[in-house]
């Protein structure tokens, strides 16, 4: 075998681990956010609040805030986005809160003063974990659970509610997959390297219980029409809420008009 095809071959293989590599740096980096520093004590709502510990299967112990309302019939289970950790939704949580409802938010493992490091894998286990750990609380009627996550949020609501059953599922300015970010944010890296799938738009399908999508057409980080197109791929019954506001600063909770017909929307379902 000549020498300079040989050169070559080594050259090749060098670049494609050293991609790899690039790949799988950029992939986590861009996903996972955590902050350990609590940015505010939920005191500051003077709302009744646990501060709650519970452990994962694989042996992590989780941090979460439960804020029980003592007119509520329905609880929300909270998943929230990328980065940060429970304390920077403060605003959401006092939403939910006046709506009637219990709300229960937690930390992924790696935010907060959750145990562990972040993964696709983890954050999943982690739901369960939360899931499991409302079911055994005694106070919380499952039957009228609402699952919420916003971004990344909505990645793990989905796939959580492909195992354990809720009374709505609520999805909001989330993704359809990775792979489809990979290609918006860094098109030039072949996507079959990703470890990571968020396949949201894979598991939609499959879900039966009532559905509501939530985006706004002014978010720059997730595209509008990509929150479009998982309210497409997802099966009856299910409605699209469009609200206003970039990614960060729009959601349910900060537009008026648009709380008006998500509250509406909860009346209907007999859920506040």
């Known amino acids: ?7 070559s071959l080594a050259s090749v293989a060098v670049m494609g681990s050293g991609l790899f590599v690039l790949v799988r740096y950029l992939e986590t980096v861009s996903v996972f956010f955590p902050t350990r520093i609590m940015a505010v004590n939920p005191e500051v709502l003077h709302l009744p609040w646990e501060d709650v510990y519970f452990k ?9 805030w439960f804020f029980k309302n003592r007119q509520a019939q329905s ?33 992924y493992r790696g935010y907060g003063k959750s145990e562990g490091k972040p993964s696709e894998a983890g954050i999943y ?16 009627d499952m039957k009228r659970l609402i699952l919420y996550g916003a971004s990344l ?19 909001e300015s989330s993704i359809t997959c990775a792979q489809d970010m990979v290609r918006i944010y860094y098109p030039f890296l072949p ?54 506001g970039d990614h960060n600063d729009g959601s349910i909770a900060a537009d008026p008009q648009a709380a008006e017909v998500f509250i509406r929307f909860l009346k209907d379902k007999d859920l506040i």
Do not use: W
């Open 153 to 171: 949020g909505g990645a793990v609501v989905i796939d959580l509610a492909t195992r354990r059953s809720a009374a709505l599922l609520m999805v």
């Open 75 to 107: 609880t929300i289970l909270f998943a929230h986005g990328n980065a940060g950790n429970i304390s920077d939704r403060l605003l959401k949580i006092n939403f939910f809160y006046d709506l009637g409802l219990n709300v229960f938010i937690f930390d």
């Open 191 to 244: 996507s079959f390297f990703l470890s990571l799938k968020l396949d949201s738009i894979g598991k939609i399908g499959h879900l039966t219980l009532p559905k509501l999508f939530i985006h706004s057409p002014d978010d720059h980080v997730v595209p509008f029409g990509m929150g479009r197109k998982l309210f497409q791929a997802a099966g009856e019954p299910k409605e699209f809420l469009t609200v206003h």
């Open 56 to 64: 994962t299967k694989d042996g992590f112990v989780l941090n979460g």
């Open 125 to 140: 286990r982690d739901a369960d974990s939360a899931y499991d750990y409302l079911q055994s609380r005694g106070d919380v």
């Open 1 to 7: 075998m000549p020498k300079i095809f040989v050169n």
